[in-house]
């Protein structure tokens, strides 16, 4: 019997994808052994980064649980929020790392278990599908979660689901000041690129009603291959994706070879691809199109992140525009989604799969640079009339850390800013001078993924937390 892996594999098809995608910045098609040959170097040192849902605890780290530092005087108080990675649950702690409260509703979609192939397929092939949430969000008293490109749900305060749509929703939710949900969702796209079709997943923009009802849809890859500035980085991950595509086999036999235990899994995902997406004999539900679909080099895109904007103080942008970042591009944009034009963009030659961006009340933008390909992740604030970055933390040896994947940050009340580094499966709090003012450990380790290796420290990672005001989930009154 083969020894049993993690059911938590690492994204290491994503982190290809964003290494080819960065490094692709030249003119015309490369040929083919020039690609071969790159992909192959970034493949074989990216295959061990920490894109896992458990990682192994850093040397430095070895011990840490909890919270681990507290400066009361100058952190800023609230409530932290995150979603488990490893379960469908979500966790909000006080700033001493108490649980306030919980939140948990296993089983609501069926789509693992379903999956035509079995779940332990999924398990060996697929690191981009959590089998828990990642991301939760709280709107009043409701929870609103993620089971990635599965679906979103709504829950009360105790737990109750309100709304479960099977939307294949990903990586974000957004509460509009209206009361309504934006959501990023997933679809698969064939795009001709001049005589030939190019099978890509496009990214949709959802509106949805407080009760999960669709208003309306928007597809991001229509938009940004609109705008003439756009257009040249996204024509060079389509001009990836084609060549790629052509060549599948080679990169199937990249995937068996960085992980031989799994090679049983991705030929059986590959010849599932052919019978549904080359040859037309199956049909599958849209999520199990997508736990095949981001093996190939299809996900040129992936967006990760949105954000709902007041009007810009510049007058770059007006009230409502919607801040999208494309991971797979290095692109943050501002969009006009009902005129389905692009209004500001920022990134590429500066940026490399970022996390979570998001627009400051002054107006800065505040970007998670994970630097995958550099080897070291930078916070930024960059001012978006000109393009300056104002402000930085991890550039100063003393601030070096590398979270390779998934990561975010957050701006909090009186400038400070939180930083979530997935791979440590930490969040720490850093003022604008650079001190370190609160810092959190998961708790949890979850089972070893490491299998007879097994002495390794683990530690869950965490996508991104997030931080409310204590007023925003007061104590629940007693009937």
């Known amino acids: 019997m083969r020894p049993r892996p993690s059911r938590l594999r690492p994204l290491v098809l994503l982190l290809l994808w964003c290494a080819l995608a960065a490094a692709g910045c030249g003119g015309g098609e490369e040929k083919p052994d020039d690609l071969a040959a790159r992909r192959e170097a970034e493949a074989r040192r990216l295959a061990s980064l920490g894109y896992v849902n458990q990682v192994v605890v850093k040397e430095e780290n070895r011990g840490l649980r909890g919270v681990v530092r507290h400066d009361r005087d100058r952190a800023v108080p609230g409530l932290n ?21 919980t939140w948990s509703a296993e089983g609501v979609f069926d789509d693992r278990v379903t999956f035509p192939l079995g779940p332990e397929v999924i398990e060996l092939a697929n690191g981009p599908f959590s089998p828990g949430w990642t991301v939760a969000e709280l709107d009043g008293d409701d929870l609103l979660a993620i089971e990635s490109h599965v679906g979103l749900l709504r829950l009360d305060r105790a737990g109750h689901v309100k709304f479960a749509l099977a939307n294949q929703a990903h990586h974000d939710v957004a509460v509009d000041p209206d009361g309504s949900i934006w959501t990023l969702t997933a679809v698969p796209r064939r795009i001709d690129t001049g005589g030939e079709d190019v099978l890509i997943v496009d990214d949709v923009v959802q509106h949805l009603d407080r ?61 599932l691809y052919a019978e549904v997406f080359v040859r037309g004999e199956r049909e599958l539900r849209p999520s199990h199109q997508l736990f095949v679909l981001y093996l190939t080099p299809a996900d040129v895109l ?36 009902a005129a389905e034009k692009v209004l500001w963009t920022w990134g590429p030659g500066e940026l490399n799969a970022q996390h979570q961006p998001s627009i400051l009340p002054d107006g800065h933008l505040l970007v998670f640079d994970n630097g995958t390909a550099r080897g070291y992740t930078r916070v930024l604030e960059v001012d978006p009339a000109t393009g300056a970055i104002v402000w930085n933390w991890g550039e100063a040896a003393d601030q070096r850390f590398w979270c390779s ?35 959190f450990f998961n708790p949890e380790q979850g089972h070893n993924p ?12 965490i996508y991104r937390l997030g931080r409310v005001p204590v007023s925003a989930f007061p104590p629940a009154t007693k009937p």
Not at 223 to 237: F, N, Q
Not at 450 to 461: L, N, P, S, V
């Open 81 to 101: 929020l995150y979603a488990s990675l490893t379960s469908c649950r979500a966790v909000l702690r006080d700033m001493d790392g108490a649980i306030v409260h």
């Open 211 to 271: 009760d999960g009802r669709v208003l309306a849809e928007h597809s991001l890859f229509r938009i940004l291959s609109r705008d003439p500035g756009v257009r040249p980085v996204l024509a060079e991950g389509m001009r990836y994706a084609r060549h790629w595509f052509r060549n599948l086999d080679q990169w199937r036999d990249t995937r068996m070879e960085q992980d031989p235990v799994a090679a049983d899994a991705f030929r059986a995902m590959f010849d």
């Open 302 to 337: 992936h967006t990760n992140a949105l954000q709902v904007l007041p009007a810009h103080p510049a007058g770059l942008w007006p009230a409502g525009a919607m801040l999208v970042s494309v991971r797979n591009l290095n692109l943050v944009a501002v969009l006009d989604l």
């Open 405 to 439: 994947a998934m990561g975010g940050v957050e701006g909090l009340p009186g400038g400070n800013v939180l930083i979530t580094d997935s791979s440590a499966g930490r969040a720490f709090e850093v003022t604008r001078d650079g001190a370190i003012v609160w810092d």
């Open 450 to 461: 490491f299998g007879a290796a097994g002495k390794a420290e683990t530690i869950e990672a």
